[in-house]
């Protein structure tokens, strides 16, 4: 008995050895473990029996480091790292062993998510400072407000009224230059947005340039868009844009058409017809709208192609441009003609979106070798006139050497073409266009070719060209009589209308399939008007002048005697008649001007 009763005691049933065992099992806290758990960078399996681990370093995360990391590590000397740079708002005074500071030596107050939060910031005590506003991309410059008043998206309010924040200049240029998409919406927009999409889309196009930081950027083998989506008339976001293109780099700018003005069917269609001496012409049924001049008529039926109405030549019958195949974009833009529209054709009408743009330029330095796209084009816009917003005018500036196209446009805007040369290759074209407003091309606008479209009846500037071609019916509406045209080739055929004068300087030359037809004037003023085949063929309906006369002379030469015959009317069928009273013999002259058939001579 003594002995079991000891057992007892300091055996198993002695309380204090339950108690310690107790406590080494609840840790001492008066209840059992359940899980271990781990903080990063350690990890449990979970449970009163985990298992316990370590994740490798990475670098952004705390971790194991691997032997090979050990190795490298221990075997960096001094003199490794041999220069620290720094970017924006920092300086670096370069070398191992940089002074770091704030940029330009101002105190940097911060970066702020939006220009609203920059504005509701304390200012530096010293009045100076810098700050960068993420929305913009852009760095502000705490300055006097006296000297700048507010201006949007570049000056910038202040939590004190003496001073604003201007802004200074951008931190994402190299992000701008490789943004392929860039929408602008005047109504809807936002300076502080990406522009990458609709819903995302800058309230102006001066935004694009300031985060260019030029408005010559390098677009270099990438093809750029700029989307407008709403009108741009306040003549407060006027486009400058001159980009250096390589490589076959390119910007286009682009409107897609909104509602249709206009939807019905062509009723009575003359088809266009230069032996006919008529161009194409239609009346409508009308389902929605009203048709109207300058309208871009879509033919559904036809594959799209499209035409401008240009003038209600009577009772609803409409005198329309030479219908064009859709152009292709980033393709080279050779027009092809849609000579097939007809009664039945389902038809809208659309006004093209009107964008503000003064100077569609830059200089091409490498075509596309394979596509030959041009490296500058507008699309499917109303350039927009300003003059009745500033009273000093504007023109738009085309630069020649930047390889533009003008497809699917309503100029309202004067227009002066020239620059800098031609691009290499450039297929600098004019397509489908309504020139409204008066164009000046004497400053040097050689190989730019107008195809289809047509001429108004001009504006405050005299319409001049010189240097270019005119192909696929492009129809001649100007009656300026202080218009001409120098150094013109006639690819294709030209439709002169009623009232029109085409006053030829230089050289007029009509090339084979070169053709004027219609019912205008071909005034020769000066120098020679050339053609091939009969006169007859080559002008069609058309009357002729030699530098405003309807009389010339002709020579007819037998045996080495010339005897000259002067008062002979002007005629096509005169101009092929044998020379002598009655004909030229296919060379007129007079005035100070010449027409010459099949190369003849005096």
């Not at 008066?30 to 316990?52: D, E, K, M, Q, R």
């Not at 924040?165 to 190299?174: E, L, Y």
């Not at 003038?311 to 092809?336: D, E, F, H, K, S």
Request: net charge neutral; with cysteine; proline share 5%.
């Amino acid at each position: 008995m003594p002995g079991r009763l000891k057992r007892t005691i300091f055996g198993q049933y002695d309380p204090l050895v339950k108690a310690a065992r107790l406590r080494a099992v609840t840790g001492g806290g008066g209840g059992p473990v359940v899980a271990v758990t781990a903080t990063a960078p350690l990890a449990s399996s979970g449970g009163i029996a985990p298992n316990i681990t370590i994740a490798p370093a990475t670098d952004i995360a705390a971790g194991s480091m691997s032997a090979a990391d050990k190795a490298k590590l221990d075997a960096l000397a001094p003199g490794d790292v041999t220069s620290v740079t720094a970017s924006f708002p920092l300086t670096s005074s370069g070398g191992a062993t940089p002074n770091l500071a704030p940029a330009n030596n101002q105190s940097l107050v911060g970066t702020f998510a939006t220009g609203a939060l920059l504005t509701a910031s304390p200012i530096p005590s010293t009045g100076a400072g810098k700050a960068l506003v993420a929305t913009y991309g852009a760095e502000f410059t705490l300055q006097p407000a006296a000297s700048n008043p507010l201006a949007p998206d570049v000056v910038l309010a202040s939590s004190n009224v003496a001073f604003v924040w201007v802004r200074s200049q951008t931190v994402m240029a190299a992000q701008a230059a490789a943004q392929l998409t860039w929408f602008v919406d005047r109504v809807g927009g936002s300076n502080e947005a990406t522009g990458l999409t609709g819903g995302t889309a800058l309230k102006t196009k001066s935004e694009i340039v300031r985060r260019w930081g030029t408005r010559a950027p390098l677009i270099n083998g990438i093809a750029v868009t700029i989307t407008y989506l709403s009108p741009d008339v306040d003549g407060m976001d006027t486009g400058n844009f001159q980009p250096i293109f390589q490589n076959g780099g390119s910007l286009n700018h682009f409107a897609a058409f909104g509602a249709a003005a206009f939807t019905g069917t062509l009723l009575a269609v003359t088809p266009k017809s230069v032996a006919g001496n008529t161009a194409l012409e239609s009346t409508f049924t009308t389902t929605t709208g009203a048709m109207a001049a300058n309208l871009i008529l879509v033919n559904a039926t036809r594959g799209n192609s499209r035409a401008i109405a240009v003038r209600n030549i009577a009772g609803g019958n409409w005198l329309l441009t030479q219908p064009l195949a859709p152009y292709v974009v980033n393709t080279n833009p050779v027009p092809t003609e849609v000579d097939t529209w007809a009664n039945g054709d389902a038809i809208s009408g659309f006004v093209p979106l009107a964008v503000d743009l003064a100077f569609i330029g830059g200089v091409c330095e490498e075509l596309n070798q394979t596509t030959f796209q041009p490296a500058h084009v507008v699309q499917q816009i109303t350039i927009f006139d300003p003059s009745t917003l500033l009273p000093s005018g504007s023109t738009l500036q085309v630069d020649t050497g930047a390889a533009p196209s003008f497809i699917d446009c309503v100029v309202q805007r004067n227009a002066s073409l020239g620059g800098r040369g031609v691009a290499p290759v450039a297929p600098i074209e004019f397509q489908g266009v309504a020139w409204t407003a008066g164009v000046d091309g004497t400053s040097g606008c050689n190989n730019v070719r107008f195809s289809g479209g047509y001429f108004g009846t001009g504006g405050s500037t005299v319409t001049q060209i010189r240097g270019a071609q005119f192909a696929f019916d492009v129809i001649l509406r100007t009656a300026n009589a202080l218009g001409f045209f120098l150094d013109v080739q006639l690819t294709g055929s030209v439709f002169l209308d009623t009232g029109a004068i085409f006053n030829g300087r230089t050289v007029t030359q009509l090339q084979v399939s070169g053709k004027f037809y219609g019912s205008g004037t071909l005034n020769q003023q000066q120098g020679t008007c050339t053609y091939t085949g009969t006169a007859v063929a080559a002008f069609n309906g058309v009357t002729l002048k030699l530098n405003g006369n309807t009389v010339g002379y002709s020579n007819l030469t037998t045996a080495g005697l010339v005897a000259v015959h002067g008062g002979i009317a002007l005629t096509a069928a005169a101009l092929d008649a044998a020379a002598g009273a009655a004909g030229f013999g296919g060379y007129a002259y007079g005035g100070g001007a010449t027409f010459s058939g099949n190369g003849a001579q005096p």
